[in-house]
């Protein structure tokens, strides 16, 4: 057990500033929690795999989630499965934050793609780090993660249809127009908040 360091003597700030500075350090891990996960989701949307929900709620130990397929019964599939893998951190690096700030939480997603690379015999991780970082430093990519993250952050949970809508959205291949259109028409047809439809 530590103990608690005692304030700086040069730390002047006072109670309402370092609450101020602790709800800034909360908001600035709950919007990478919210690109991390849109980064999943994403590379899920490009490679044409099955969505599940995307969460920012809290679970325990676990900041966020993102459900979907996870198939990688193949060579190819297995590659696939370790971009998506890759592809929270990756997000998190193209959105410009630090890697050793960007690596954080991210053991579980790297243990799993250690997993798939050691049974296919595949490239080191680093190699695929790399490649998911390329792939989500594309312009229409960094996009359509923003465009998912600030939905999330408003939301907390958005659906796989949503999501979907949100990539067309960001792609430029719907109108702002027809997507209003659409989730008035999803919220009358199936009764419940479109965006978690
Ligand atoms: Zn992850």
Redesign the pocket.
């Known amino acids: 057990m530590t103990k608690k360091p005692k304030p700086a003597a040069g730390d002047t700030r006072t109670r309402a500033q370092k609450l101020m500075a602790a709800v800034k350090r909360g908001q600035e891990r709950r919007w990478q929690t919210a690109i ?2 849109a980064g ?1 989701a994403l590379a899920r949307v490009r490679f044409n795999l099955y969505i599940g929900n995307t969460t920012i709620v809290q679970d325990g130990n676990i900041l966020g989630a ?1 459900s979907g397929e996870e198939s990688w019964g193949t060579r190819k599939c297995g590659e696939i499965e370790v971009l998506v893998f890759c592809a ?1 951190y990756a997000a998190v690096v193209a959105s410009g934050i630090a890697t050793t700030k960007a690596i954080e939480g ?1 053991w ?2 790297f243990d799993e793609a250690v997993r798939i690379i050691e049974y296919w015999g595949l490239d080191p991780l680093a190699a695929w780090q790399q490649r998911a970082v390329k792939m989500m430093q594309q312009p229409e990519n960094i996009r359509a993660v923003e465009l998912i993250a600030s939905k999330l952050t408003e939301h907390q949970m958005i659906g796989p249809d949503y999501l979907a809508c949100l990539v067309a959205l960001s792609d430029g291949e719907v109108s702002e127009k027809d997507f209003s259109e659409y989730l008035a028409r999803a919220k009358s047809e199936y009764g419940r908040e479109p965006h978690l439809i």
Do not use: M, Y
């Open positions: 991390h996960e999943h993102s929270g991210c579980q997603d």
